[in-house]
C-alpha cells in the first residue's frame, strides 16, 4: 500500500525560500505521477504543481501563479519528490499535500486535478508572514 509523508513546511517571511518533501513508499514509484495541492482555510484544494513518471519524461507541470517561482523535481532512488518554493507569498500559504498515482500521458490540467488521486500524504503547513 502507498504511503506519503510530508516534510519541509514551517513559517517564512514574504520574498523567502522553502522546499517541501514527499517521501513516498510503494514499489510503483517510479511509474507514478506525483503532485503537489494546498488548501487554504475556507478554500478549495488547488494543484500546485505535479511531475509524471519517468517512463513519460518526468514533465513538470505548475500552476499559473507559482510558474517562474516553484520548481518540482524527483529523486527515485530515494523515493522523494520535492517542491523548492522561492519567492513566496503570502497567498502561498496553505496545507501543502502531495499525493500520488499512476497515471501517465495526460495533459497538464489532468495532473493538477486532485480527483485524478488516490494516494494522499497527511498535509503540511506553509506560512508566508511578516
Known amino acids: 500500500q502507498v504511503q506519503l509523508v510530508e516534510s519541509g513546511g514551517g513559517l517564512v517571511q514574504p520574498g523567502g525560500p522553502l522546499r517541501l518533501s514527499c517521501a513516498a513508499s510503494?514499489?510503483?514509484?517510479?511509474?507514478?505521477?506525483v503532485a503537489w495541492f494546498r488548501q487554504a482555510p475556507g478554500k478549495e484544494r488547488e494543484g500546485v504543481s505535479a511531475?509524471?513518471?519517468?517512463?513519460?519524461?518526468?514533465?513538470?507541470y505548475y500552476l499559473n501563479s507559482v510558474k517562474g517561482r516553484f520548481t518540482i523535481s524527483r529523486d527515485n532512488a530515494k523515493n522523494t519528490v520535492y517542491l523548492q518554493m522561492n519567492g513566496l507569498k503570502p497567498e502561498d500559504t496553505g496545507v501543502y499535500f502531495c499525493?500520488?498515482?499512476?497515471?501517465?500521458?495526460?495533459?497538464?490540467?489532468?495532473?493538477?486535478?486532485?480527483?485524478?488521486?488516490?494516494?494522499w500524504g497527511q498535509g503540511t503547513q506553509v506560512t508566508v508572514s511578516s
Open positions: 499525493a500520488t498515482d499512476q497515471l501517465v500521458g495526460h495533459s497538464d490540467g489532468y495532473y493538477l486535478s486532485a480527483q485524478n488521486y488516490d494516494y
Open positions: 510503494g514499489r510503483y514509484f517510479d511509474h507514478s505521477a
Open positions: 511531475i509524471s513518471a519517468d517512463a513519460d519524461r518526468a514533465r513538470t
